[in-house]
């Protein structure tokens, strides 16, 4: 799940680029170590019984630390698994699909649906939702990279997350959703903000990644993928098509496998910016150039830093799909910010604002995830009862 700011998806505290330090390692992604069969079993593993009922998920050991806004929601995840078994049924029920693309594409169609969705919805277990998602994401995709033998940087280097790290991620969230639940001007200055880089106040270090170039990296890492497959394997056809030039659809992509039914609603928004008419002029002439760099820095990750020759057939086509659900998120969330500051429409601000916080976590656990090298790391299961 390359879920911007780093990985598939972006540092920890920023969607998709991840710094990897101490070990001399700077990797960007869009998730340590599980046993092969642990990953195995887990891919294949069907919910058993009955299509849906009576299903739970079984969690292994992850990072979580109690006292802040996330809390614990079991009965929300077995709820969706429930559902995601029932539609699926038994035989292709697989937890990594489970978790990685159907939980965070659900939460987030739920946060568009809602009017006020960071004082509508239970957000502490919303972000609890993501936080897994993207920490075992990072675990599964670790496992793999280390499989191939050719990710040498990655299998070398461990940096669990600690309480400290944990209570800044959280907080960050926190803070994105006050904003989301402020006054009209602290919404649209908050999504105008979302938009950009942050640079770092400490010399040397990359800058806090906005959302443009979160879309952009994460556009850039699955076109590398998609267009350099493992060696034996091939992309299924059509499945992402993206302009050549961002500045003729800015901030947009078109997908085979097609998820999250918000993103239909922010299309047009990619089209208003390609015109750059009234209010979104200024964006229009900025956009372009700040994805094209993220674009290239994503392909490079991929094209060298991180390597996904020798996955197998079942892994790749996971990569791919967890990728293109991630990049629809970010797209969706990235032009409900843009319409928000074009157009100075608080409800869509806030809804905007939500999903971002949602993004931090899953981002940041993505990355929690992906270097966390200690043994014993193992994927959620279904049980039936």
């Not at 908050?190 to 979160?214: F, V």
């Not at 002029?281 to 700040?290: F, N, Q, R, V």
């Not at 094209?292 to 820095?297: F, K, V």
Request: one cysteine or more.
């Amino acid at each position: 799940m390359d879920h911007g700011s780093g990985g598939l998806m972006g540092e920890p505290l920023s969607r998709r680029e991840a710094l990897v330090r101490g070990a001399g390692l700077a990797a960007a992604l869009g998730m340590g170590g599980v046993t092969l069969a642990s990953a195995a079993s887990a891919l294949g593993r069907s919910a058993g019984g009955k299509a849906g009922r009576g299903v739970t998920v079984v969690l292994p050991d992850y990072p979580f630390f109690p006292g802040t806004l996330m809390e614990e929601a079991p009965e929300l995840l077995d709820s969706l698994a429930r559902t995601y078994v029932k539609g699926e049924g038994n035989e292709d029920a697989v937890m990594t699909r489970f978790l990685f693309s159907y939980v965070p594409v659900t939460m987030f169609d739920r946060i568009y649906d809602a009017k006020s969705p960071a004082a509508t919805l239970p957000m502490g277990g919303v972000l609890w939702l993501f936080h897994l998602s993207g920490y075992f994401g990072g675990v599964w995709l670790r496992d793999e990279l280390v499989r191939t033998g050719k990710n040498p940087a990655i299998s070398g280097y461990s940096d669990p997350q600690d309480e400290a790290g944990f209570v800044a991620l959280v907080g960050k969230a926190q803070a994105r959703l006050d904003a989301a639940t402020g006054r009209r001007h602290e919404v649209l200055e908050a999504n105008e903000a979302s938009l950009y880089d942050i640079p770092s106040e400490t010399p040397g270090e990359d800058p806090e990644r906005g959302l443009i170039d979160t879309f952009g990296y994460n556009e850039g890492y699955l076109l590398q993928i998609a267009e350099k497959p493992p060696e034996g394997l091939s992309t299924p056809a059509d499945f992402v098509d993206c302009p050549a030039e961002p500045s003729s659809r800015p901030l947009y992509c078109g997908y085979g496998t097609s998820r999250l039914e918000a993103l239909r609603r922010f299309d047009p928004i990619s089209r208003r910016l390609a015109k750059g008419a009234g209010a979104y002029g200024a964006l229009a002439s900025e956009i372009p150039a700040l994805q094209e760099a993220a674009i290239a820095r994503g392909r490079m990750v991929w094209d060298g830093l991180l390597d996904v020759q020798g996955f197998s057939q079942d892994a790749y086509e996971q990569l791919l799909d967890i990728s293109s659900a991630f990049l629809e998120t970010v797209q969706a969330t990235v032009l409900a910010a843009v319409e928000a500051v074009a157009e100075r429409d608080v409800a869509v601000g806030r809804q905007a604002a939500t999903a971002n916080a949602c993004m931090g976590v899953w981002l940041g656990s993505y990355i929690t995830g992906l270097t966390d090298g200690r043994a014993g790391r193992a994927l959620p299961e279904f049980e039936s009862p």
